[in-house]
């Protein structure tokens, strides 16, 4: 009768809630107390009231007695077959207060909660960690037991749940079942659709707070955290460089298997890691997407820019630990590095001659070919460098950018300062073998070995006599021209 009269007289003396029978009380009170007084006979596992008992057997018996009316899936929980028809309704009756998002389970919601709460009530007995779900925690198990008794039939690749062997075999079948209802991409497992929707929706729930910064997917965040704790959890097992991201250890183990999987569709160049072949194409478009704000300059990629900022701001990170000189770019400081270990790894194949650069190597070969590929656009002289074009540049545009600090002097080329600098210091570095005598210059020593070779180089055009100096082939011209000499 208490049915129709609504009437509750037996009250939890605990929390006060209301009972309409003895035995409903009975079992709400081991909520309280946590007395589980029934014991599963096959694993041992306890449950409070009886029925969870009945429940439970069904995960020994396989037994799933609910089946969906619409696709015949069936289960072995009613409460599981009803959040189940809401996939098919596609009702989401339980929603988040915090960022409005829609779940079809009570429990989804529970669980999308702590991502805002960042709580973690659920905690490894064996490393302490914690996680904010159940699930992820069984899956953490797995590392502490080694159990994986699932096997992929094609690859022999061995899993802890049967769950992930499903989303594993998509892989060789290339089944991508959901779909992205806004763009029409398809993914191989839900959680990767779930982590793409937050593109369309902007939500970014992982929020760093150290710095602030926040972030759509978890496994990002993740990575991010290790910028601040300097962890490198992932290990080369060949040379035991370490990593903080995966991505990044798979691309430096190409180093060792020299594997370059990501090939240019033009040109057939090869490449390691996909960021060089993007960068590589826009050799081909003469794509130059990266401008420097300073000078407007445009760069083909992120880095070369980064390395041309340094020449704005001065910056030289890079340090040699041997003689402290400095570099703004890490590739200068390894070329560098060679003038210590005496290394030349560059051989021209046609003398033998070898070089601690690849560009210097470059050059060189455009001795043996002739070839001049750089043009001045001005008055059209040809150079085998690019170096050297620059340098003639400034013939037309009267620049001089490397200043003296001593007399103010200015020059048009680093190696022109260079030189002068030895008028101030009085170094001569630069020794005849044959006679002791020092030179400021290279070029002096070349004029004054041919002293000794009796070689002369230099001939008048006009009547051939012969020169063993440039200046004094300059100095005959002139009784040719009836030029006098500017005293």
Do not use: W
């Amino acid at each position: 009768m208490r049915v129709h009269t609504g009437q509750k007289p037996f009250v939890c003396e605990l929390c006060g809630q209301r009972f309409s029978v003895k035995s409903s009380l009975n079992k709400h009170v081991r909520v309280h107390t946590g007395q589980k007084p029934f014991a599963c006979k096959l694993c041992g596992q306890r449950f409070s009231v009886k029925s969870s008992v009945d429940t439970h057997m069904r995960v020994h018996t396989g037994q799933k007695p609910y089946a969906c009316d619409q696709c015949g899936k069936c289960f072995s929980h009613k409460t599981t077959l009803n959040s189940h028809m809401s996939v098919h309704t596609g009702q989401k009756p339980f929603a988040c207060e915090l960022c409005g998002q829609r779940f079809n389970q009570k429990t989804h919601l529970n669980s999308h909660t702590r991502v805002h709460t960042g709580q973690k009530p659920f905690a490894c007995e064996l490393c302490g960690k914690r996680f904010s779900r159940s699930t992820h925690l069984n899956t953490h198990m797995i590392i502490h037991r080694g159990h994986k008794p699932f096997s992929c039939e094609l690859c022999g690749q061995k899993f802890g749940y049967k769950s992930i062997l499903n989303s594993h075999m998509r892989i060789h079948t290339g089944q991508k079942p959901f779909a992205c209802e806004l763009c029409g991409q398809r993914f191989r497992c839900k959680s990767n659709l779930n982590s793409h929707m937050r593109v369309h929706t902007g939500q970014k729930p992982f929020a760093c707070e150290l710095c602030g910064q926040r972030f759509s997917c978890k496994s990002t965040f993740n990575s991010h955290m290790r910028v601040h704790t300097g962890q490198k959890p992932f290990a080369c097992q060949l040379c035991g460089q370490r990593y903080s991201q995966s991505k990044q250890l798979n691309r430096h183990m190409r180093v060792h298997t020299g594997q370059k999987p990501f090939v240019c569709e033009l040109c057939e160049a090869r490449f390691s890691c996909k960021s060089s072949l993007n960068s590589h194409m826009r050799v081909h478009t003469g794509e130059k997407p990266f401008v420097c704000e300073l000078c407007g300059q445009r760069f083909r990629d992120k880095t070369t820019l980064n390395g041309h900022m340094r020449v704005h701001t001065g910056q030289k990170p890079f340090v040699c630990e041997l003689c402290e000189a400095r570099f703004s770019c890490k590739s200068n400081l390894n070329s560098h590095m060679r003038v210590h270990r005496g290394e030349k790894p560059f051989v021209c194949e046609l003398c033998g001659q070898r070089f601690r650069h690849k560009t210097t190597l470059n050059g060189h070969m455009r001795v043996h070919t002739g070839q001049k590929a750089f043009v001045c656009e001005l008055c059209e002289a040809r150079f085998r460098c690019k170096s050297s074009l620059n340098r003639h540049m400034r013939v037309h545009t009267g620049q001089k950018p490397f200043v003296c600090e001593l007399c103010e002097a200015r020059f048009s080329c680093k190696s022109s300062l260079n030189s002068h600098m030895r008028v101030h210091t009085g170094e001569k570095p630069f020794v005849c073998e044959l006679c002791g005598q020092r030179f400021r210059h290279k070029t002096t020593l070349n004029g004054h070995m041919r002293v000794h070779t009796g070689q002369k180089a230099f001939v008048c055009e006009l009547c051939k006599a012969r020169f063993s100096c440039k200046s004094s082939l300059n100095s005959h011209m002139r009784v040719h021209t009836g030029h006098k000499k500017l005293i």
